[in-house]
C-alpha cells in the first residue's frame, strides 16, 4: 500500500451492513428509543459529507421506527420480511457462513447441506437482493459503494448487473476459510458466493492470511480472481476515543467497585468477548483452572476477570456457549474459591464501561480465540492499560499479524500451552511488560478507523 491524496470528499459514499449505525427499542408505552453505535465504519464516514449508511430493520423497534418513518439523516434501513431476514442472519450468515470462514464445525453432527438449507439459502438470496436493489435506487452515477461482511457476499454481483457505472468495494471483517474447509459448502453456493464477491472492483480484506484464503478459493474453485483487486487494510484501535472514553467518570466509579471485587493486591488476567463460539472462552477458562491446579501459588493471588456480551441468542448453540460458560467458572468458583477469594468474576452483560475499566486495571490481557478477524481488545487494551499489560494472544487471531512479537502467543486450542503462558505473563518483569506495552499500543494505532476507511475509499476509486 502506498499513500495518496486523500479521496474528493464531494463524491457520494454509499455503505451496507447488516447491522446499521443506529437501533431502535420500542417502549411499553409505544415511544421509540434509538440507540447509537460506534466502531470503524461510523467513525470513517464521519468525514463524509455526501453519504447514505443502508442496513436491514434488525427488530421490532427499527421495523417500527421504519414503519412511522421515524430515522437518522443519511441512514436508509430495510424493512425486510422478519422471517427472510431470519432465515438470512441467523440460519446462512451467523450458522454456515460465519462457522465456515471460523472453521467451527464439529463432526459427525454438521454440517449439513439439506432442503432445509436450500430453503434458507433462498431467503438469504432474497435478503441481498433487497440490499442490491436499494443501493442502486440510491446510488448517484458513479458513487463509491462499500459494502460489508459474509451478510451481503452476493450484493456486489447483483449490483453490478443493475448498476455497471458504480465503483464496488467488499469488505470482510471476518476470517476466510482456507479452500478445503470453504469446500464444505455445496459447490453451486461456493461458487455463487466467490462470484458475488468478484462482482465488486475490489474486496478487502482485515489480514494478508485471510485475502490470501480469498484468492486460493477462488484460484482453486474458479480459476482466478478475473478483474477484482484484493486489498489488505489492517483495522487499528481508535486511540484518541479510547483514552478520553476510558477516563469518564462512570469508568472510574467501576474501576472502583472491580478493585473491590478482586480484592486489594491480586493480579488480574482479563478478557472481554462476545458470548462467542470463536473466541473460545471455556478453552480459556480450563487454561485458568489448569493454572490453579499446576501452580498452587497464584491461588487467592489472581482473579480471572471475563466479561461477555451477549450476542446471537436466537440460536441455541450460542445460548448453549453461554450455558457452558457460566457452568465452567462456577466450577472453578466452587472448588477452588475460598471465603475471601472468587478466582472468576464473570459478567455475562453489556457494558462498555465496565469493559474500559477491565482494561485499565488489568495485568493480564487472555485474547485466545480458535479464529478472529481481527480482534480489537487486543489493540484496544495496550493502548488504554494503566500500568503495562501483559497480552497472551491466540495465532490465530488477525491482530497476530501485528501484535504477535511483543505478546505470548498460544495455539488455542492448546489449554497446558495457554497455562503456562497465562505463568509466564504473569511473572514478566515489570520493565518488560511496560515496554512491550508501549510497543504494542503503537502497534495498535497504527491504522486509526478513519484513516482504515479513506484508505479503502481511496484505493476503491484509484483501482
Ligand atoms: C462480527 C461481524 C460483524 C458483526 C459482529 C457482531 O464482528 O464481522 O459484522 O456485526 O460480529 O455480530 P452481530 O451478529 O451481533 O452483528
Known sequence: YEAQPPAQPSAQVLVAS????????????GSLDAKRGGGGLVSGLSAIDDKLWVCAALGDGDREAVRRGVGEPGVRMLDIDADVHADAYNGIANSVLWFVHHMLYQTPLEPVFDAEFRRQWASYEAYNRAFAEALAEEAGQGAAV??????????????????????IGHFSHTPWAPVDYFRLLPDDIAEQLLHGILGADRAAFLTRRWADAF????????GG???????????????????RRAHEADVDERMAALREQTGPGRRTIVRVDRTELSKNIVRGLFAYRALLDERPEWRERVVH???????????AVYRDYTAEVRRVADEINAVYGTEGWMPVVLHVKDDFARSLAAYRLADVALVNPIR????????????VSDHGCALVLSR?????EELGSDAVVVNPYDVSATAAA????LTMAEDERAARTERLAAAAVALPPQQWFLDQLDALRRD
Request: net charge negative.
Open 18 to 29: 447488516n447491522r446499521g449505525p443506529v437501533s431502535y427499542t420500542l417502549g411499553t408505552d
Open 215 to 222: 484468492i486460493g478459493c477462488c484460484t482453486q474453485i474458479l
Open 372 to 383: 478472529d478477524g481481527m480482534n480489537l481488545v487486543a489493540k484496544e487494551i495496550p493502548v
Open 305 to 315: 476477570v471475563a466479561f461477555a456480551y451477549p450476542s446471537r441468542q436466537d440460536l
Open 146 to 167: 462499500l459494502v460489508q461482511d459474509y451478510h451481503l457476499a452476493l450484493v456486489p454481483g447483483m449490483l453490478r448487473e443493475l448498476r455497471p457505472d458504480l465503483r
Open 225 to 243: 480472481t478475473g478483474r477484482t483487486r484484493i486489498g489488505v487494510h489492517g483495522l487499528g484501535a481508535d486511540a484518541d476515543f479510547l483514552r
Open 396 to 400: 490465530e487471531a488477525g491482530a497476530y
Open 422 to 425: 497465562l505463568h509466564e505473563a
